[in-house]
């Protein structure tokens, strides 16, 4: 009979083949993991927090094709999701013209002082930390570091060059006036089901969406 996995182990093979998958996505510049995972505070109930960078004004554009693809892994957590355990969190877009971390307080920092990179391309995981300084004004301490150490020896995962070339005829495709159109009418739908939920009537301050974020950290 096989040894059964430690849960962590099967987070970690789970998050490599989503990062795989997402290196498909057009305009996905970066893939970070974030929350307890970075500290080694999850629990076996805990889900898996992820920032997603993208290309500016492609940012909704990004996150339909992110949505779809981790769809795929059946392991997307819901908003309304009772059972979390082990799902992937898509709670935090930035574009790349964007990486200011917010808000700047000790329960955020909780969230991003130790995020680890699945993967990025252009430096992105670097400009994170040099343009979020206000993070070092917090300690944030490991609970588990063997964890966190065997998270950083299992990422960043290379990024296949067959991903990339199958992903960028529709990135280019959609880098034109068709994409532009196709952004603004993914902003509005998406921005529009947003505002219109009552998970946001009831977390304004901590669900947050614009053209360049988009922030979805209701209260627990």
């Not at 995972?37 to 290309?55: A, C, E, P, Y």
């Not at 339909?64 to 709670?91: E, I, M, Q, W």
């Not at 992903?167 to 509005?188: F, Q, V």
Request: with cysteine; proline share 4%.
């Amino acid at each position: 009979m096989p040894l059964k996995l430690h849960y962590l182990e099967k987070r970690v093979n789970r998050l490599k083949v989503l990062g795989y998958l997402l290196q498909l996505a057009p305009f996905v510049k970066g893939v970070i993991l974030t929350g307890s995972m970075t500290t080694g505070n999850s629990k076996k109930g805990s889900d898996i927090d992820l920032l997603i960078v993208t290309t500016p004004n492609r940012l909704y554009t990004a996150r339909f094709f992110v949505t779809f693809l981790t769809l795929l892994t059946g392991k997307k957590r819901s908003v309304t999701d009772k059972h979390p355990a082990g799902k992937f969190c898509l709670n935090y877009y930035l574009s790349a013209d964007n990486l200011d971390i917010l808000p700047h307080d000790k329960r955020c920092a909780g969230f991003h002082r130790h995020i680890i990179r699945v993967w990025d391309k252009e430096g992105v995981y670097e400009r994170i930390y040099r343009e979020n300084n206000w993070l070092r004004n917090f300690e944030v301490d490991f609970a588990r570091e063997e964890e966190v150490a065997k998270l950083r020896v299992a990422f960043p995962i290379e990024r296949l060059v067959v991903l990339s070339i199958i992903r960028r005829p529709l990135e280019a495709l959609l880098a034109t006036a068709l994409g532009d159109w196709t952004e603004d009418l993914s902003y509005r739908y998406q921005t529009r089901r947003i505002a219109g939920s009552a998970l946001y009537k009831a977390n304004k301050d901590n669900i947050i969406f614009s053209e360049n974020e988009l922030r979805l950290h209701p209260k627990k």
